[in-house]
């Protein structure tokens, strides 16, 4: 009998079955998940799950969960349980990622909105927020205008602007590698801010600026561009790329041999890009948001850990952090202040500093008053073939206190008005 | 006389539907801007609709007129004048000039040649709004205004803040351009654009200037469509570069199919199940985009003429 069943043809028909029932699986199974608690302080998390950015945002998320489950079993937010609700916000579409913001406020009443790896979604849900009046923190969208121009007082940050990025790097650029720079600059906002910032340093500093080469988003094919690159003889050739596009810039940098007779660096480098690359091509200087070999740093290795059993075994990137530290943010503050009201919250943010369990980081990790943003460590370093530990992918050379990089309030045109 | 009082049952259901939209949706686990999207995305596909079920001509462009109508109104509002109306206005005739220009340029082509320029002149104005950073935000997209309450002087509507009061608004707007293309198709133009679709060579021997008719029917729709986009960045608060892009297009093609292109109300069907199901599904899985695939590749096979092909098969069965 048991024969037949293993030896019974399949049909087309049972294969249609099953997979219409491994789809329903999929959309049925949260609900399980939703069924947590009596009366529970939900989270939003708004961010971009599918698409170009989809590893960035799950990784945010993953780290948010964590916190979820710390909160929860150190008694939750003033005694209730909290839960994370995500909502996919695909990585372009930024009509939906608003329509998402109007759906966790207005359907699901939560209380918190944390959001997004794409800038633009980050500004637009602002708005949406503010309108609203619900407490927002930004997890990991970098333009400078979130706490900046289009700043809210409800609006936080846990990220770096792209200014305080550049900032890190430019002086140690100039003084150990040279001043004549050619920038390599993925043509959208994101490139375009990062290099203004490295122009605004190279004019302070009196170095020059040998050219510069727009590159579309998504362009496979650099040859071009390094070819000019070559061409203007810098000192320092300046990728400012992010994601797939800084894997090929790199690779493609490498084949052509400028890594041996131009200094290669950049801005933002994120552990998910390196490890997308072969170890010829982990070269460069570069700045990270935040490192998870710091072993010198308490509670570091406990985050780690608690990551790993999450994430297949792989260690935490800055976006876990990011998501951890954002949703921690707001457990800390309700419950010293022993509300949920957003005024409260956000006033009480003001100036707040995080304690060394959730900061992670060597220094006082605080929020500024005047803009909201965090005044984080920037871990300034090289790429590196061969780590200590495959995962170690990067060696930080130096640790800089983000107070001492960011501009200070009165040049970022934040000007925060709170509602009557 | 069956067929007519039936076709008075389904407008009446489908008007009172919309009209108490906002009384009911948070029972059954909505809320009120789904519904507005809904009218927007309803309004944006019925447009094209106007030019592909009833014309017969295909657009994969139409996403461009929508975003010149959403950076229109966020543009007037943000640096010109903080007027609702006068964003809406502005918004509208950037959509109707670009429209009626390029329309000169490409009513000579047919089937698959029209909707790849259509794209290319779409993607024109994409990488116009991407790349322009000064002025339109580029990636990060136009922010840092919002819709302003109406001031009709002896009377004040908040759409800022009342969501309801903007869905009405919306409505409003919705059943003013729904009027005016069911008008259009039963005069006797409209029965010249069906000859066209049902023939164009039988139509053109009748002596119709076919061109001038398909211009004509390409600015209409165009029209709608700016329309909708105004609508949809006062939704948002926000312009976005993606509003232009040809996947924009295609989504107002997929609702206008799944609804079904020969029906009036269709692309309204098309619509709410598109907007909605991406609404519902995306939070439960981040697989979603599969299964609104799978159910458009089911749409499709089963049902060619849409959902509402369906309903009017069994009318004539």
Redesign the interface.
Known sequence: MSEDIINRPVGRRRVLQAGLAI?AM???S?FVVKALGEVPVKIGMDNT??GTY?ELG?NEQMGSELAVQEINKKGGILGRPVVL????STS?????A???A??LI??DKVSLVLDSVN??MA??I???TA?AGVMNIVTGGH?D?VTG??CHWNVFRICNTTRMETNSMSKLLFDKFGKKWYFITP????G?TLQQGFEASLKKFGGTEVGASLTP?GTTDFSSYLIKAQAANPDVIIFLHAGQDMINALKQAVQFGLDKRFHIAGAQQELEALNGLPPNARIGNWVFEWYWNQPNVPHVKEFVAAIRKLNNGKVPTARHWFGYAATWTYALIANEKKTLDARVLAKGLEGFTLPPEVALMPDKVFFRAGDHQLMPNLYIGHAVAHGSVPEDLFHVDQVVKGIDVAPPVSETGCHIKWPA | MDRQYQKYVGDFIIWSVLLTMPLWL?LV??????GT?VLIMALAAMALNFLLGYTGVLSFGHAAYFGLGAYGAGLTIKYLIPNTLAGMGVGLIVGIVAAAIIGLLIIRLRGIYFAMVTIAFGQVFYFIA??W?NIT?????L??W?RQPIDLGFFKIDI??D?KAFYYFVLFFFAISVAIMAAILRSPFGRTLLAIRENERRARFLGIPIDRHVWMSWLISCTFVSLAGTL?AL????A?P??L?WDQSGDFVMMAVLGGMRSFWGPLIGAAMFVVL??Y???????????IG?FFVLVVLFCPRGVLGIIRRRQVQ
């Open positions: 789809g999929q959309v049925t949260p799950f599918t989809a799950r609700l995500s909502e996919d372009a579409d930024t009509g939906t608003v329509q998402k109007h759906k207005e359907r800038s633009a500004l637009a602002g708005e949406v309108q333009t205008a121009t289009d043509d959208y906002a994101f375009h988003l | 948070h686990g909505g809320y009120t801007p789904l999207r991407y790349r950073n935000g580029g990636d990060d997209g922010s840092g919002s800022l803040h969501e949809y939704l948002n608060n926000f976005d993606h509003d892009r991406q609404d599904v995306s939070s439960m899985t981040s697989n979603w985009m599969s299964f799978l």
